[in-house]
């Protein structure tokens, strides 16, 4: 949920030009959105006082976060209805629990923010994210919501996407990936010529690459268990810093993947919903680093 998007209208550094721009929030205010990522530019992360602002960039703001005691992170909250809250999952945060975190994950958080306002809330996960993909991740606020989503996922789902970094340049600007998946006795998924395994479909376009890096646009057909790791690392273009799928490097400290948008038909309404949770910034700085 956003308090504004606003297009910039001149050249200048971005916190002189929110100050000059945001007259009911004070400079520092200001300076605690930006600690905070709470703001975007061009649907990309950006937390820098000194970032350079183009004409015609677009500036998204942040209304509302959640703040957990137990979790230093604030979480923000991407869309909220009576129905359904979306939010936008740090990287390294669980969705739901294991038997070795129960506390520390996205569901029990979300779940303390809404029983904050209401002590008889309930919350349904709808999906799921790997703890270290970062990204848009949506609860139902009822056990009849959750299913008219989950029952009819695969109908209701339109878009799936995902901004992915890989090591080494890939062969093909442009790629469908299928296979069938299967998960061994050691939790590694891989692709298997067994009728056993899951269909998995994965698409990907080139975005930008250097020399040692790859940024793609990639987007899922179907929701198996780690889809993404698996078929880039079976591209032998592993997701960065993923060491389960054999990622050599971690150049930003963090798996290179986010789920970007999740757009959707509301089982309800038939309205469609579009999800956005902005890119991280480094994302980004990678290739300028590296170019």
């Not at 976060?65 to 390294?92: F, H, T």
């Amino acid at each position: 949920m956003y308090i504004f998007t606003m297009i910039v209208n001149q050249n200048d550094k971005l916190l002189n030009y929110l100050i000059n721009n945001i007259k009911d929030k004070s400079k520092n205010n200001i300076k605690s959105l930006l600690t905070n990522k709470c703001i975007a530019i061009n649907n990309i992360i950006v937390s820098k006082f000194d970032y350079k602002l183009k004409t015609g960039d677009k500036i998204s703001i942040y209304n509302k976060q959640i703040r957990d005691k137990s979790y230093k992170i604030p979480i923000n909250i991407l869309y909220e209805d009576k129905n359904i809250i979306v939010i936008d999952k740090p990287a390294g945060l669980l969705s739901i629990s294991t038997p070795k975190e129960k506390n520390i994950t996205a569901y029990h958080i979300v779940m303390n923010y809404l029983k904050s306002k209401n002590k008889n809330t309930n919350i349904f996960i709808i999906h799921r994210l790997d703890r270290d993909t970062s990204g848009v991740l949506m609860f139902a606020k009822n056990e009849k919501v959750k299913h008219l989503y989950q029952d009819n996922w695969n109908n209701i789902v339109k878009k799936r996407e995902y901004i992915g970094i890989v090591e080494g340049k890939v062969k093909d600007k442009v790629k469908t990936i299928k296979s069938n998946l299967i998960e061994d006795n050691f939790n590694i998924v891989h692709s298997t010529n067994k009728k056993c395994g899951k269909e998995a479909i994965t698409h990907y376009k080139l975005l930008r690459s250097n020399k040692k890096y790859s940024l793609l646009e990639i987007n899922i057909d179907t929701g198996r268990k780690n889809q993404i790791r698996v078929h880039m690392n079976e591209e032998k273009t592993p997701i960065i810093g993923d060491k389960k799928y054999y990622s050599k490097t971690n150049p930003i400290k963090r798996l290179g993947l986010h789920a970007y948008k999740l757009q959707l038909e509301n089982p309800m309404t038939n309205e469609i919903l579009t999800f956005i949770s902005p890119i991280p910034y480094e994302f980004f700085e990678l290739f300028k680093r590296n170019d």
